[in-house]
Nanobody, 114 residues
Framework: QVEVVESGGGLVQPGGSLRLSCAASGSLVSIYAMGWYRRASGGQRHMVATITTSGTTTYADSVKGRFTISADGKKTVDLQMDNLKPEDTAVYYC?????????WGQGTQVTVSS
């Protein structure tokens, strides 16, 4: 079993920055990738950024050039978010991808508003 805990959300003005952090504990042997996903109010959850344990990253088109995902092995995965826009407002979830099970955090709210 893997426990995943996010932190770092909050309220920020447009153009501002936030850094989300995610820490995992438990047996991480089966983990092959980590990622951040988000769900806007009333919407579906979508991929924001992922990173494999070998360091390969993937970003949603809407955040390319503004967000950066990084990881410290399998222990933590961070999401640096710069030049935030109101449309980035959502609950952000961390996911640890394992076989055969994925593990999700509880989510952290990010609100971009003036």
């Amino acid at each position: 079993q893997v426990e995943v805990v996010e932190s770092g959300g909050g309220l920020v003005q447009p153009g501002g920055s936030l850094r989300l952090s995610c820490a995992a504990s438990g047996s991480l042997v089966s983990i092959y990738a980590m990622g951040w996903y988000r769900r806007a109010s009333g919407g579906q959850r979508h991929m924001v950024a992922t990173i494999t344990t070998s360091g390969t990253t993937t970003y949603a088109d809407s955040v390319k050039g503004r967000f950066t995902i990084s990881a410290d092995g399998k222990k933590t995965v961070d999401l640096q978010m710069d030049n935030l826009k109101p449309e980035d407002t959502a609950v952000y979830y961390c996911r640890y991808s394992g076989w055969p099970t994925n593990f999700w955090g509880q989510g952290t709210q990010v609100t971009v508003s003036s």
